[in-house]
Nanobody
Framework: QVQLVQSGGGLVQAGGSLRVSCAAS????????MAWFRQAPGKEREFVSF????????HYAHSVNGRFTTSGDNLRNTMYLHMNNLKPEDTAIYYC???????????????WGQGTQVTVSS
């Protein structure tokens, strides 16, 4: 089992920045990829980004590319999501996930964090 604990997020004005963290524990050697997803009220969960845990490769959703940066710290078993130039449409609950494939769909991720609220005011 892998446990994921999130921290960070909060409330920011449009154009501002926030960071969300995701700390992994347990059988972390099983992790091949870690990802961020988000879910806005009334909408389905959508992919944000992933980072390959072995090679550090990253991939972003078109909607956040160039504004968000995902990084992983293998020594601390922690993944970060740096969000810049935030927009009101970025408002959502952000979830981290860990799995065995570098993909952008939720079904391939086995472990999930508890979720962190990010609210961007206009």
């Amino acid at each position: 089992q892998v446990q994921l604990v999130q921290s960070g997020g909060g409330l920011v004005q449009a154009g501002g920045s926030l960071r969300v963290s995701c700390a992994a524990s347990g059988r972390t050697f099983e992790i091949y990829s870690m990802a961020w997803f988000r879910q806005a009220p009334g909408k389905e969960r959508e992919f944000v980004s992933f980072v390959g845990w072995k090679d550090g490769s990253t991939h972003y959703a078109h909607s956040v590319n160039g504004r968000f940066t995902t990084s992983g710290d293998n020594l601390r078993n922690t993944m970060y999501l740096h969000m810049n130039n935030l927009k009101p449409e970025d408002t959502a609950i952000y979830y981290c996930a860990a799995g065995r494939a570098q993909v952008d769909y939720a079904s391939e991720y086995d472990y999930w964090g508890q979720g962190t609220q990010v609210t961007v005011s206009s």
